[in-house]
């Protein structure tokens, strides 16, 4: 069964955000993961909306996010992306 990432994001370095997301898809393929919508305007119809850029991605199964996710080459993406940003990751699906 599919896996979902919902990411939101809040950028505070633009710049230093480019150089993550040159990186990610070449990680996220490597996964059999690919991108659902990244950077889409979002408008909030009920609640608020705070961030600037919403990321979804779909993975073959959880095992498959987690090992994207959890993988040494993220993790190095990831440190840019803690500098550039802060962001919420919420996995769905079984």
Request: glycine fraction near 4%; avoid cysteine.
């Amino acid at each position: 069964m599919a896996a979902y990432m919902l990411v939101e994001v809040s950028i505070h370095s633009p710049l230093l955000y480019e150089k993550y997301k040159e990186k990610t898809p070449a990680i996220l393929q490597a996964f059999e993961g690919r991108f659902v919508l990244r950077g889409m305007p979002v408008v909030a119809l009920e609640g608020t909306w705070d961030h600037d850029r919403l990321v979804l991605l779909e993975f073959p199964n959880r095992e498959k996010a987690l090992a994207w996710y959890h993988s040494a080459a993220y993790q190095e993406a990831k440190q840019i992306r803690d500098k550039a940003s802060t962001a919420r990751f919420l996995l769905i699906g079984e």
